[in-house]
């Protein structure tokens, strides 16, 4: 087989287009969640805890020097990607759980019909007594 005819069965395998879907949409799905979190959520935290804008957050480690910019370790944005990873982290728990409720629903089989009353037993071995 040649080369170009593997590798074309194997790129249009529905795993690999489902996983190339999957990327492309969780990339989109990052950036809304990150400008949620950045644009919404941490602008009324920051007005709560005395107007910190939590982007600018940094400690110095070198002062700036003529020729050199300030070493800095920026726990701001530490913090924003932290909340951006717990918001994606929740989203995709509740995605998983109500597609595992929707598998439970599918595999449940039907439940065994019930024993019918006693009374109900008993005529039917009348009726098949009187049918010998």
Do not use: C, W
């Amino acid at each position: 087989m040649s080369m170009i005819k593997e590798f074309k069965e194997f790129a249009m395998r529905g795993n690999v287009v489902d996983l190339a879907v999957g990327i492309i949409i969780g990339g989109a799905f990052g950036k809304i969640v990150s400008s949620f979190v950045a644009d919404v959520i941490m602008p009324p935290i920051g007005l709560a805890l005395g107007g910190v804008d939590f982007s600018n957050l940094a400690f110095t480690l070198k002062q700036a020097t003529e020729t050199t910019p300030a070493v800095l370790l920026n726990y701001g944005k530490f913090v924003n990607t932290i909340i951006d990873f717990l918001i994606i982290a929740f989203a995709i728990f509740m995605v998983v759980k109500a597609m595992n409720s929707m598998k439970k629903k599918e595999v449940e089989a039907p439940a065994a019909p019930q024993e019918p009353p006693a009374d109900v037993k008993l005529l039917t071995e009348i009726r098949d007594l009187l049918k010998k």
